[in-house]
């Protein structure tokens, strides 16, 4: 994992205010990679709820989880596409011209139907952080299972400057 000097631009600052420490970018799970580059436009992997390592939030929404933990889950999944994205601008958050797209599913109960603000969780946070470069494209669905019986899954597409 690269080292990066301390930033002190206002995608930081702006962390920072919020009170959010950005954890350090965990590892696929299969055979992927955590993102892609392509011409400017970085595309991140599913992120699930996990910190360090540990996954926070599994079970249904509707069933084992309320709509309340789901939306804290796809927030914890928001921070973990940041810590990638990191990575992806080598350190300088600064570098993120436009939050592209944000596609989340919720493991749920057939009957939910509350999809979109469980996702809020996400987008609420991204909007925070990036302020007008954070409105986005999204979908938000729901699906009877998801690795490790997560409760929320999140990607999202980015689009950079050149370093």
């Known amino acids: 994992m690269k080292e990066y000097a301390a930033m002190s631009g206002r995608v930081e600052k702006r962390l920072a ?4 420490v950005i954890p350090e970018a965990g590892s696929p799970r299969a055979n992927y990679v955590p993102f ?9 992997s599913g992120q699930g ?14 069933a084992e989880r309320t709509p309340e933990e789901a939306y804290e889950a796809a927030r914890i999944c928001a921070i973990n596409l940041i810590a990638h994205l990191k990575v992806a ?5 600064d570098r993120v ?5 944000l596609a989340g599913i919720v493991n749920c109960v057939p009957e939910f139907d509350a999809h979109p603000q469980v996702i809020n969780g996400a987008s609420d946070l991204i909007c925070a952080v990036f302020g007008d ?4 494209a999204r979908i ?3 699906t009877s299972s998801l690795p490790s019986q997560m409760t929320v899954e999140i990607e999202g597409c980015f ?3 050149p370093a």
């Open 17 to 20: 205010e919020l009170g959010i």
């Open 36 to 44: 892609v580059n392509y011409n400017g436009l970085v595309f991140i």
């Open 49 to 62: 709820p996990r910190r360090d390592g540990a996954l926070v939030y599994a079970g249904k929404v509707g």
């Open 89 to 93: 601008c080598d350190g300088d958050l």
């Open 97 to 101: 011209q436009q939050v592209v797209r």
């Open 133 to 136: 470069a954070g409105r986005h």
């Open 140 to 142: 938000a669905t729901g």
């Open 159 to 161: 689009g950079i400057a």
